[in-house]
């Protein structure tokens, strides 16, 4: 497909507004362009032919079948952005007075209040523009509490091996060292490793729970409990948190500090680079420390708090606001029984699938898992050289998006499904069909899958040369 700058003609165009009768002035000629602003030259059918044949190649939860493990690509909801779209919510500026905002803090302020109790924290910030963007927030905060507390020697966070790959980066970028530890056997964190990482200098966990296996760890109370009396805090990653919605709660396993990704669990935009949002929550202890300002709710309205002992703005203003409005009217469409049965069905759409799966190819465990589970393609990989990637651009032809490859890193070959609650019986029923039946080819006919995917507009590019030397702008003239 050509880029627009290709398509452009010299002379082309689609204004038809006559030239302005008013003379122009007023810029000085150290400010002006010693060029022209390249601009393509098009007619109005061009350029309404090109980006709706650009939208042809998009694909998204709107599309079809959308199982990438680990990122919750649920629907959202046509209503929320009904709601989002309302003037009063769309067409405000963030340095309006507080009286003329009153509708806009309550939604701050009830949103954060109904999440603090579904997640068992007591003060919540959205101003993160998203989740790496809160995991980073969140380990400030357990800086802050230390450095006040007689822990600022403390500086080593103790992050499993499951962990996305985010926490080790955000990690690093708050200043803490990284302290790996190990899986047991069966997926869960290794007691003994934990036992034998903390210490006088252990600030802190990172964890998931469920974690990227799909497993919920049964000994969590034991492994907040092992970091807390070594002095640390626990961070809840919740990138996961679409499990146990209404079910089990952060707060009571033990985490100090949580982060909620708006766009997984609470059904908002997910995907092409924003809007992202981030829910950061803490316990009473690090609350103060909160970046931004907090609202409120007064015995005269709404008002915006500031804290002296917070750690400060981490980014503009209050956060992707819009993105709040669509989470709130998640929240409150569902209620809390709603919520909860919305984290049962994942759960329930991940088992009917792995279970329609596991015989023809194994999984990372055994038994139930929660939202996700993971395919191994470790002995097929050595039978035929079909890989969890072959199979994965197999899919792309058979009409839906590849799961997660080659994550988590301690499963070789990996395939990480998460279908999420608003998938039905039958699209999961089709789902599993196509991939069995990739799996067979991969046995009988392997060529095929290693020249996948042949339908999409872009075929099995030079992943080598991609990497190596990528071409990231088109070069004018």
């Not at 199982?67 to 629907?75: E, I, R, W």
């Not at 340095?95 to 806009?104: A, S």
């Amino acid at each position: 497909m050509k880029l627009i700058y290709e398509r452009s003609v010299p002379g082309r165009e689609s204004a038809i507004l006559p030239a302005s009768a008013l003379p122009f002035g007023g810029i000085s000629a150290g400010m002006k362009r010693e060029k022209p602003l390249r601009l393509p030259e098009l007619s109005e059918v061009d350029v309404c032919r090109h980006y709706t044949a650009l939208n042809k190649q998009v694909y998204g939860v709107n599309c079809g079948f959308y199982p990438l493990g680990s990122c919750t690509m649920k629907y959202n909801p046509a209503v929320n952005e009904e709601v989002a779209a309302l003037p009063g919510f769309q067409n405000i500026h963030p340095l309006q007075p507080e009286e003329t905002v009153q509708g806009c803090l309550e939604v701050l302020e009830t949103l954060g209040s109904r999440l603090c109790e579904l997640v068992g924290m007591d003060a919540m910030t959205f101003q993160p523009a998203a989740g790496a963007h809160g995991e980073f927030t969140g380990l400030l905060l357990i800086k802050a509490y230390l450095r006040d507390n007689g822990g600022a020697a403390r500086n080593k966070i103790i992050v499993p091996d499951s962990a996305h790959g985010t926490n080790p980066a955000s990690t690093s970028m708050t200043g803490f060292q990284i302290v790996n530890i190990p899986s047991a056997q069966d997926g869960s964190v290794d007691l003994d490793a934990l036992r034998a990482a903390v210490g006088p200098d252990t600030a802190g966990l990172m964890l998931t729970n469920p974690n990227t296996l799909g497993m919920f760890d049964k000994n969590i109370l034991e492994i907040t409990r092992i970091v807390h009396e070594a002095g640390g805090l626990c961070y809840y990653d919740g990138a996961n948190m679409n499990a146990i919605m209404g079910t089990a709660r952060p707060g009571d396993m033990g985490f100090d500090v949580i982060h909620l990704n708006l766009h997984k669990t609470f059904s908002t935009p997910h995907g092409g680079g924003g809007p992202g949002a981030a829910a950061v929550g803490a316990k009473e202890i690090l609350a103060k420390y909160l970046p931004g300002r907090s609202a409120v709710k007064t015995e005269t309205g709404y008002a915006f708090k500031d804290d002296p002992a917070s750690i400060g703005a981490v980014r503009s203003f209050y956060g992707n606001f819009l993105v709040c409005v669509r989470a709130l009217c998640y929240v409150l469409s569902l209620g809390g029984k709603g919520l909860h049965e919305a984290s049962q069905n994942a759960v329930l759409n991940a088992n009917y699938l792995r279970v329609l799966l596991k015989e023809h190819c194994p999984t990372s465990n055994e038994g139930l898992c929660m939202h996700e589970f993971v395919l191994t393609l470790e002995e097929l990989h050595k039978e035929t050289g079909v890989s969890a990637s072959d199979l994965a651009k197999g899919m792309l032809d058979c009409g839906m998006h590849p799961p997660t490859m080659y994550f988590p890193l301690i499963v070789h070959e990996a395939l990480m499904f998460e279908p999420t609650e608003t998938e039905t019986k039958d699209t999961l029923d089709e789902a599993a069909e196509a991939v069995i039946s990739l799996l067979k080819e991969a046995r009988s006919n392997p060529e095929a899958l290693h020249s996948a995917p042949v339908t999409t507009t872009i075929g099995r590019p030079d992943e080598v040369a991609a990497a190596r030397t990528p071409i990231i702008r088109c070069a004018l003239d």
